[in-house]
């Protein structure tokens, strides 16, 4: 079994796999001015996505660009999920060298679609593959696949915590090989209910102050674990951004959330904003918290409600997903400055940030690989993997961290 990175190693972004010539594992998009896509695009016999991000499912349809037609396998949210976001990148930059399909690609996505849920082996490409719950987000997976003498497990992004919206991964099948993310390798994640607790806390302070709280969230994933925790701490809020649609979506999957009821109750909870900036521009001078996308501010209608509350010291932003440096967002946090419409401008609202990230940190990592000593560990989707192979060889794990377009007979 070989395996060649197209995409994903020593980076964050654009995550891709090809298996021996034939099996595809993910086809990412690594979201950087302007975006960048995995090294080649591969002909595949069939595609595995492993759930419903940017970074592993963003290139997908222009696989299809051609007269290449190869199944794709996937759980039915990560399906849904890719289409949200497929429309949304030809929405941004469709006509533009930005956008690698077009329409007809998106349509074909559907006509190849195959969809599986857990713990149900499949065939692709002549390997069986078995999807596992991997605690990310709602139909995120590790990938197996055996070709009958190699086991490859292909961890996606995975969690070993409880969230509210999905609960931590318990998965641990047998492997011979394991390719592991590492996205929080040097993090210890504080521990989930007091990040929550903080949270709830500082922004219902700034309610009572009579402040509002804009909280930028990514669409997929934590959108829906904040509602949940404004649902569960009497938390009045607004919805905003493609996180609407997602949260609608999901709700018709109760089986790949923690709880379908108390998801639906926190819909109930919250205000879907309708999306008119007069009607954005009335709720930022209320007294609610307002979680809305793009979660690094490079976007969305987080910048109709920032402009608006910016000025009075008494609001608050509170960030909730990681900051990647040059974004806006990592911007307001290291200077109290961010850019709106090409402007620079100096934010005297309160800025804070929250982790509360859906991967594993270090501990969570290694309590993960424990259970795969015996197997060699090939480190991806981070920005220090190979401190972290280093680490995991140190150990006594046989581990190491292939570089982008390397092929790995395993």
Known sequence: MDLRFLGGAREVGRSALLVGESLLLDFGTKADTPPQFPVST???????????????????????????????????????????????????????????????????????????????????????????????????????????????????????????????????????????????????HDDRDSVEARFAESVK???????????????????????????AHDIPCYVDGMGKRVTEMLLRYPGFVRDGDALRRAKSHARFVTGRDGQRKRIADQQAAIVTTSGMLSGGPAMTYIPEIRSNPVNKIAMTGYQVAGTPGRSLIDSGRAEI????????????????????????????????????????????????????????????????????PV
Not at 95 to 121: A, L, M, Q
Not at 205 to 224: D, K, N, S
Not at 361 to 375: I, K, M, P, T
């Open 42 to 188: 591969p002909t595949p016999d069939a595609v595995v996505a492993s759930h419903g991000h940017l970074d592993h499912v963003g290139t997908i349809p222009a696989l299809l660009s051609g007269t290449h037609r190869p199944p794709i396998h996937w759980t039915p949210p990560t399906y849904e999920l890719a289409l949200t976001l497929a429309r949304d990148t030809l929405k941004l930059h469709g006509g533009t060298y930005h956008c690698p399909f077009i329409e007809n690609d998106i349509k074909r996505v559907t006509e190849v679609s195959r969809t599986h849920g857990y713990g149900v082996p499949f065939d692709a490409a002549g390997y069986e593959v078995t999807f596992y719950n991997a605690g990310h987000v709602p139909g995120s997976a590790h990938v197996l696949v055996d070709d009958g003498d190699t086991r490859l497990l292909y961890t996606g992004d995975f969690h070993t915590t409880d969230q509210r919206l999905v609960s931590g991964t318990t998965a641990r099948p047998e492997a011979d090989v394991v390719v592991c993310e590492s996205t929080y390798s040097d993090v210890t």
């Open 205 to 231: 302070t700034t309610l009572w102050e009579g402040g509002t709280v804009v909280v930028p969230a990514f669409a997929i994933g934590r959108t829906q674990e904040l509602l949940l925790v404004c649902d």
């Open 341 to 408: 419409d090409g402007r620079v401008l100096p934010v005297s609202a309160q800025v804070e940030q929250y982790d509360f990230s859906a991967h594993a940190d270090h501990a969570g990592l290694r309590a993960f690989l424990d259970d795969y000593r015996d197997a060699t560990v090939l480190v991806n989707h981070g920005d220090d993997c190979a401190a972290f192979a280093d680490a995991l060889r140190d150990a006594g794990f046989t581990a190491r961290a292939p570089e982008r377009d390397d092929t790995c």
